[in-house]
């Protein structure tokens, strides 16, 4: 059996990142939580995700333009984002 790459959720409130958790484990998928744009960055570094969830803003920044100059500087860059109007969540597809 295949195992998919976690999905990394990033979100200053704590409450959300488990809201999120919740809703992507129900998918058979494995979250990885973490609080800042600093942090995520760190996890990247050791770990491959499938996708990425993000609040716009986080404690240390903006996500979009940090996350997004993160991803031109890494040998595979997202292949698609998609912003959840309703949520102003960011997804980064992988």
């Given at each position: 059996?295949?195992?998919?790459?976690?999905?990394?959720?990033?979100?200053?409130?704590?409450?959300?990142?488990?809201?999120?958790?919740?809703?992507?484990?129900?998918?058979?998928?494995?979250?990885?939580?973490?609080?800042?744009?600093?942090?995520?960055?760190?996890?990247?570094?050791?770990?491959?995700?499938?996708?990425?969830?993000?609040q716009d803003s986080v404690p240390d920044g903006d996500s979009r333009a940090v996350i997004g100059e993160m991803f031109?500087?890494?040998?595979?860059?997202?292949?698609?984002?998609?912003?959840?109007?309703?949520?102003?969540?960011?997804?980064?597809?992988?």
């Open positions: 059996m295949l195992r998919a790459s976690p999905i990394l959720i990033v979100s200053g409130e704590r409450d959300h990142r488990e809201k999120l958790a919740d809703h992507v484990s129900q998918y058979g998928l494995r979250p990885i939580c973490c609080e800042t744009i600093a942090d995520a960055q760190a996890l990247m570094v050791r770990q491959r995700f499938g996708a990425v969830l993000s031109r500087n890494a040998s595979k860059g997202p292949s698609s984002l998609y912003r959840g109007e309703m949520t102003g969540i960011l997804i980064w597809l992988l």
